[in-house]
C-alpha cells in the first residue's frame, strides 16, 4: 500500500495551513485541549468552522448532490490533522457521524432539513449512546421509545454525551422493540435540546472538560425524525462509530507531544549529567518513536483502506484506535516519569517541563482511551472481526 501524498493533496494542505494562519485566533486554538475535547462549544470556535464550511471543506468527501466535492476520504484526513495540530476544533460529528448516517438513510426530508445546515455549520448535534448500565456496549441501551400517535414517547437516560450543554439537536438511540435481541429493535431519533422534557446535568471529566448526564421524560418524536429504518438503529450506529473512533483520535496532537518529549531529553540534565546519556531513557525514545510510527501508519491504512469505497472498515478502525490512544497514553506516562516531580506542574506553567503538557495529557489520554468504545470493546471487535474468535472465547 503507497502512503505517498499526491502533489494535488500536499497542494490542498499548504491551502489549509495558509487558512489557518490567517485565521489565527486563541479563542479558537488550543493546543492543550486534545482530540475528544477539540470541539466546537464555543462562539469563536463555531464561527470559525463556519469558515471552514465556507472554504467547502466541510463536506468535502460527501457527493456532488448533497452539496459535496466527492472527494476522497484522505483530504478530510489531512484537514483534520491540520486543525488537530493547533488545537482547533474537529470537523465534528455533523459532518461524520449525522451528516453520512442521513446521506446513507435518512428520509428526503431529512436530508433537506439538517445537511445544507452541518455544510454552513449552523448546527451543532450531541450523540446519545452511552447509559448509565451500557457504557460502551451500545446494544444494551434501554432508553425507552414508546409509540404515542404518529411518533414516538423517549424516557430514560443517556450518560457521558459530551456536547449536551451547547448542541441544538440530540442524535439519540432508544429501544423501540423491547423483545428484539439486543443487537434489533434499536432505532435512531433526532431530538432538538430544547425540548421541555430534556434535562442536561454537567459532569467534569480529569481532563478538565464537560460532559453530561441528559434525562428525557415524556419527550415526544414525529415519526418525521426517525432515521432510516425503525429497529436498524445500532447497524447505523456501528457504522458511525467506524468514523468516529478515527476521526475524533488524531495523529498530530500526539506528535507534537513526542516532540515535545524528545527536545526535553536532549537539552535536559540530571545531576549534572545530560538526560540523553542516560540509556534507560534513551531505549525508551526509541521506543515511543517506533510506535509513532505504527500509530502514523494505521491512520494511513485506515484512510485509504476507507478510499476504495463502501463502508468503513470495521476492524481497521478498533485498530488504529485502540493502538492510538493506548500508544499516546502511554507516551504521557513516560513523559511524566523522564520528567519527574516537576511534570506535576500544572499546564501552561513556564516553570514546568514541557510547559506542563505533561501534566495535562497524563489527565486527557485516559478519557481518550474510553471515549468512542473503550480499549477493551476494541479488543473485542479486533477479536471476532478481524480473527474471527467466537463471542465467548
Known amino acids: 500500500m503507497d ?12 491551502d489549509v495551513e495558509r487558512f489557518l494562519e490567517e485565521n489565527d485566533d486563541p479563542e479558537v486554538f488550543d493546543v492543550t485541549r486534545e482530540n475528544m475535547a477539540q470541539i466546537v462549544d464555543t462562539p469563536p470556535r463555531r464561527k470559525f468552522m463556519a469558515k471552514v464550511g465556507e472554504q467547502g471543506w466541510l463536506g468535502i468527501t460527501w457527493p456532488e448532490e448533497y452539496g459535496g466535492s466527492d472527494g476522497e476520504g484522505i483530504y478530510e484526513y489531512l484537514l483534520n490533522e491540520a486543525l488537530a495540530a493547533r488545537g482547533g476544533p474537529q470537523i465534528g460529528k455533523g459532518v461524520g457521524i449525522i451528516g453520512k448516517t442521513i446521506i446513507s438513510h435518512g428520509s428526503d426530508r431529512l436530508k433537506k432539513e439538517f445537511l445544507p445546515k452541518i455544510l454552513r455549520n449552523e448546527v451543532e448535534f450531541a450523540v446519545g449512546y452511552s447509559e448509565p448500565n451500557a457504557g460502551s456496549d451500545a446494544a444494551s441501551m434501554q432508553l425507552k421509545a414508546t409509540r404515542d400517535g404518529d411518533g414516538w414517547r423517549l424516557n430514560g437516560q443517556k450518560t457521558w454525551t459530551t456536547s449536551a450543554h451547547f448542541a441544538d439537536w440530540y442524535w439519540v438511540g432508544a429501544r423501540t422493540d423491547p423483545d428484539a435481541p439486543k443487537h434489533h429493535g434499536i432505532s435512531l431519533f433526532l431530538v432538538p435540546m430544547d425540548h421541555p422534557g430534556i434535562t442536561v446535568k454537567g459532569i467534569w471529566t480529569m481532563g478538565d472538560e464537560r460532559t453530561n448526564e441528559v434525562y428525557l421524560d415524556d419527550v415526544w418524536v414525529s415519526d418525521d425524525y426517525v432515521v432510516g429504518d425503525l429497529n436498524r438503529g445500532f447497524q447505523y450506529i456501528s457504522e458511525a462509530l467506524d468514523l468516529e473512533r478515527f476521526t475524533l483520535f488524531t495523529y498530530s496532537p500526539t506528535a507534537q507531544r513526542l516532540d515535545l518529549l524528545t527536545e526535553y531529553v536532549r537539552t535536559a540534565t540530571r545531576d549534572g549529567e545530560p538526560l540523553k546519556d542516560d540509556a534507560v531513557v534513551r531505549s525508551r525514545i526509541a521506543g515511543l518513536h517506533t510506535e509513532a510510527e505504527v500509530a502514523r501508519v494505521l491512520g494511513l491504512k485506515f484512510v485509504f483502506t476507507s478510499s476504495e469505497g463502501g463502508a468503513p472498515p470495521t476492524s481497521e478502525a478498533s485498530e488504529y484506535k485502540l493502538f492510538t490512544t493506548e500508544y499516546s497514553r502511554r507516551l504521557a506516562n513516560a513523559s ?11 499546564v501552561r506553567d513556564e516553570d514546568a517541563p514541557m510547559k506542563g503538557r505533561s501534566e495535562s495529557t497524563y489527565r486527557y489520554t485516559v478519557i481518550d482511551t474510553i471515549g468512542g468504545g473503550s480499549s477493551e470493546i476494541q479488543k473485542n471487535i479486533i477479536a471476532r472481526r478481524k480473527l474471527g474468535l467466537p463471542k465467548n472465547f
Request: a negative charge.
Open 3 to 14: 502512503f505517498e501524498f499526491t502533489p494535488e493533496q500536499l497542494e490542498f494542505v499548504k
Open 336 to 346: 511524566m516519569d523522564i520528567a519527574g516531580p516537576g511534570s506535576q506542574l500544572r
